[in-house]
């Protein structure tokens, strides 16, 4: 039986519940049951004995799926009652010579030891029924949820269907303009909960992709496993994962890698992403090239399939379902070719801030610290620094300028007022200019 592959098409929402019910039988995980044989064995292996209740929580599945194949390993003289539960709660068993042995040898195989995997066909029905296209943006939740950013309305009015679209969306602009500030808070906007398992098999072996750095619980799984109710415990109820990585971006990351320490089959970036957001910052900067980078993403963001593989050989395909981001300070133009950039629905350029918005961080800026500002300081700022430099209003300016101005305060003790004079001495501070490198060399 297993899972029914008509759940891979899709389906109303109020089908999707189906995919996250308790298993009541053997059949109805969808696994083979030499994996759960096995996978008992190995956690029996890290105790001198334990009970159904115990291994059902270690495994996630109801106790008569667990008392199933125990009976059954039993007859093969893999394990052994120790306790009868005249003298315990219950009935405890442990394994025999003949069950040591083959955890010795399943371990070195495959060192997974978590709750019990879910089937591929089981995953990728997951992922579609909690796809990010559900839940649209508005421009009210988007205001609402990115409330602590000053944002521009050309950028409200991109971002907004650029998130609705599920298409990739393309970032750029100057250092400082606020494309990673305002690129991980993306992921306030959704609000609705997923689920993300701890494992997925693939044949015989499992890839483990709960991460916990990653993945945000909501709650902690305190349904008893020996009940039909509740969903089911092979799957951990988060939020939206969000998945940011950067300069530290490598080939081996977007695919399955294997822990040689442990034997354990880890998921790439994009597999703990699916259902969320990935946000590749700093494009341009990684060791590997753009190019390769680049190219990773051409089949997943035009099938929205991705395709990956074992290393022993076996390939295999997921949905790519998740709001690919990329941030880079370099013009999109200079980083891939046309045929490329048609594949990203949506390239937003950040740049410097109006003079008002620019008012109102610093204004901001000024009550966090506890700060207050002399009526000229702000037309110092304009005129004097900005405009005879020609820097540019950016977002960055202001949180970083009045933090230094209060290092400064608390440093001198002075009465906590920003004047131009101090302006000035953190201005200097803060910038490099050409003339600065002249004197220092006269």
């Not at 219950?90 to 879910?118: C, F, M, V, W």
Request: hydrophobic residues 35%.
């Amino acid at each position: 039986m297993g899972i029914d592959l008509s759940i891979l098409k899709k389906r109303p929402k109020s089908q999707s519940n189906t995919l996250t019910l308790k298993p009541k039988t053997l059949e109805q995980t969808g696994l083979p049951a030499r994996l759960l044989e096995t996978l008992i064995i190995k956690h029996l292996s890290q105790v001198t004995d334990d009970d159904v209740v115990g291994l059902s929580k270690k495994l996630g599945l109801s106790g008569n799926i667990i008392e199933q194949i125990l009976q059954k390993q039993k007859s093969e003289a893999y394990v052994e009652v120790r306790s009868d539960g005249r003298f315990s709660a219950s009935i405890r068993y442990g394994l025999t010579n003949k069950g040591r042995n083959l955890a010795q040898h399943e371990i070195q195989r495959d060192g997974y030891l978590g709750p019990a995997p879910i089937s591929l066909p089981h995953y990728k029905a997951l992922v579609l029924s909690q796809t990010t296209k559900e839940e649209l943006v508005t421009p009210d939740i988007l205001c609402n949820g990115l409330n602590d950013l000053i944002l521009p309305n050309d950028i409200i009015g991109t971002v907004g269907p650029a998130l609705n679209s599920g298409r990739a969306i393309f970032i750029y602009g100057l250092p400082g303009t606020g494309k990673t500030y305002i690129s991980r808070r993306l992921i306030r906007l959704f609000k609705s909960q997923v689920f993300v398992p701890y494992s997925i098999c693939i044949g015989n072996q499992i890839i483990q992709l709960f991460d916990p750095i990653i993945h945000k619980p909501i709650q902690s799984q305190e349904e008893s496993l020996l009940l039909d109710d509740g969903y089911d415990n092979r799957l951990v109820k988060c939020q939206r994962p969000e998945v940011v990585v950067g300069g530290e971006l490598t080939a081996d990351m977007l695919e399955v890698t294997v822990d040689p320490s442990h034997k354990i089959n880890r998921a790439p970036l994009q597999m703990k992403a699916n259902n969320g957001i990935l946000l590749i910052d700093d494009l341009g900067r990684q060791k590997v090239s753009v190019d390769a980078i680049l190219n990773r993403w051409i089949i997943p963001l035009e099938e929205k399939i991705d395709y990956l593989s074992l290393s022993s050989g076996d390939h295999f395909d997921i949905p790519f379902e998740q709001v690919l981001v990329f941030s880079s300070n370099i013009h999109p133009a200079k980083l891939a070719d046309d045929a490329f950039l048609r594949r990203i629905g949506y390239k937003i350029n950040f740049g410097p801030i109006s003079a008002d918005d620019y008012t109102t961080l610093w204004h901001n800026e000024c009550d966090r610290h506890q700060l207050t500002t002399t009526a000229d300081v702000l037309e110092y700022v304009f005129e004097q620094l900005h405009r005879p430099y020609a820097v540019p209003l950016l977002p960055c300016y202001p949180r970083d300028l009045v933090a230094m101005c209060s290092n400064q305060i608390q440093f001198y003790q002075h009465q906590p007022i920003i004047t131009p004079e101090l302006m000035q001495t953190v201005w200097d501070c803060y910038f490099v200019n050409d003339e600065q490198e002249v004197t220092s060399h006269e």
